[in-house]
């Protein structure tokens, strides 16, 4: 079963909304989870690292402020999408490693959450 | 910086064919992942290469890694329809950081 959840699956929301998407680690604490944006037909980038009890570490050219990431807990992490416009409508998918699992930890995906704004 | 750069693009092949995608990457990764990727789907693990002259083999599907050429390559052997999918080659660079290539869409045709 997924050890990653990720939720929601599918969101739609308007022009200046908010959006919040949760990742979890379900059996597993994880201090760092990783959130990715893919557009259609495209491949995935990362956009930020987020780090359980400090700030997220974003990539170059994400802006901070619009794509807010939380790390509250060793098993949730949330990416909140503000104000959104049509060109942030994307999939959005989380992973998190798993290092209680041996020498070579697993990295876990989450099942995305498909954005659409419109 | 690491980069990561698979070819081709786009592959469409018969069912019962052999083909090898190919994944070039510019600077030492820690290790090489192979993931598939269904429309509208997140990402299965299918290979993660380790070390060099690593060499995985699950079903139809063969994962090889060159570290000195940095080169991976991810063979099909007699091809089948359920292969058809987009797969991805992604390296990894410290701290879990991954970098994916382009993906290389793949059609399987009757």
């Known amino acids: 079963g997924a050890v990653v959840s990720q939720h929601p699956s599918r969101v739609i929301c308007k022009s200046g909304t908010s959006v919040k998407i949760e990742c979890r680690s379900l059996d597993f604490q994880a201090t760092t989870m990783f959130w990715y944006r893919q557009f259609p037909k495209q491949s995935l980038m990362l956009m930020a690292t987020s780090n359980e009890g400090s700030k997220a570490t974003y990539e170059q050219g994400v802006e901070k402020d619009k794509f807010l990431i939380n790390h509250a807990s060793l098993t949730l992490s949330t990416l909140t999408v503000t104000s959104a416009h049509p060109e942030d409508s994307s999939f959005y998918i989380c992973s998190a490693r798993d290092y209680n699992r041996g020498l070579s930890p697993p990295l876990h995906f989450g099942n995305g959450t498909r954005l659409t704004v419109t | 910086e690491l980069k990561v750069e698979q070819n081709p693009l786009f592959l469409s092949m018969q069912e019962g064919k052999n083909y090898t995608i190919y994944c070039n990457y510019s600077?030492?990764?820690?290790?090489l992942y192979w993931y598939r990727q269904d429309p509208g789907k997140s990402l299965e693990s299918l290979f993660v290469l380790l070390s060099n002259g690593a060499v995985k083999q699950e079903g139809r599907l063969m994962a090889s890694l060159d570290t000195k050429a940095r080169l991976s390559t991810l063979h099909i052997t007699a091809a089948v329809h359920d292969l058809s999918a987009t797969y991805f080659c992604?390296?990894?660079?410290?701290?879990?950081?991954?970098?994916f290539g382009e993906g290389t869409q793949l059609t399987v045709n009757p």
């Open positions: 600077t030492t990764s820690d290790r």
């Open positions: 992604v390296g990894e660079t410290s701290g879990s950081r991954l970098t």
